[in-house]
């Protein structure tokens, strides 16, 4: 049959929407990213269930919330995680991705921002780079297997290293797991040195 691609309204930079692009792009989901749509803001508005970006129709079924729509994409992909434990781990990491998201965001709107940003990557980064760090130990996935949890974190340090090249460099677990998601072949186009998608978050 011919099915339609899941169409992702959202602009061309690496904020919300680019977590659930990498998700679909490792599992193979038909995905479309439709910056057009987003570039005529605020006409979308109306279109968007709680008035942002991004949005999802699949058919048509519309679907709201950055993370709603990684874990419905994520559902297709199975990659929610085979366990109850696998699938809590992977609800956790969604979760702290939200917790480094909401600290680089108050960073990026502070004034004077480069202070904020500053301050940020010597504070508040670092913790959770630990946490993280002290979380994966020796595993190559956080989980038994890889989940979308896996790949938001992998998305997450992406926009990180875009910040600061050497924000891993403590962490050598961390450095190979990220690594591993980069030279992954249907990940390049968005992880890799070639990605021609912009860093939304700005340190100066």
């Not at 968007?48 to 679907?63: E, R």
């Not at 995680?81 to 992977?90: H, L, Q, R, T, V």
């Amino acid at each position: 049959e011919d099915k339609m691609p899941i169409k992702m309204v959202y602009w061309n930079v690496k904020a919300r929407g680019f977590f659930p692009a990498v998700v679909a792009a490792y599992g193979k989901v038909d995905f479309e990213w439709d910056h057009a749509t987003a570039n005529q803001w605020p006409s979308t508005k109306a279109e968007a269930t709680f008035g942002q970006l991004p949005y999802i129709t699949d058919g048509s079924f519309k679907l709201s919330q950055s993370m709603a729509i990684t874990r419905y994409v994520a559902k297709k992909a199975n990659l929610l995680g085979d366990s109850d434990e696998d699938y809590a781990i992977s609800e956790m990491l969604i979760e702290e991705v939200g917790d480094i998201w909401n600290i680089l965001a108050k960073a990026h709107y502070a004034e004077p921002r480069k202070d904020a940003m500053d301050k940020a990557f010597a504070e508040a980064i670092p913790a959770q780079m630990t946490y993280l760090s002290k979380l994966l130990g020796s595993k190559p996935t956080f989980a038994s297997k890889v989940t979308a949890g896996d790949l938001v974190i992998a998305a997450v340090l992406n926009v990180l290293l875009g910040l600061q090249a050497d924000v891993l460099d403590a962490f050598p677990n961390l450095k190979a797991f990220y690594s591993k998601f980069q030279a992954e072949a249907s990940l390049a186009p968005l992880l890799g040195p070639g990605c021609t998608i912009g860093n939304y978050i700005q340190r100066a």
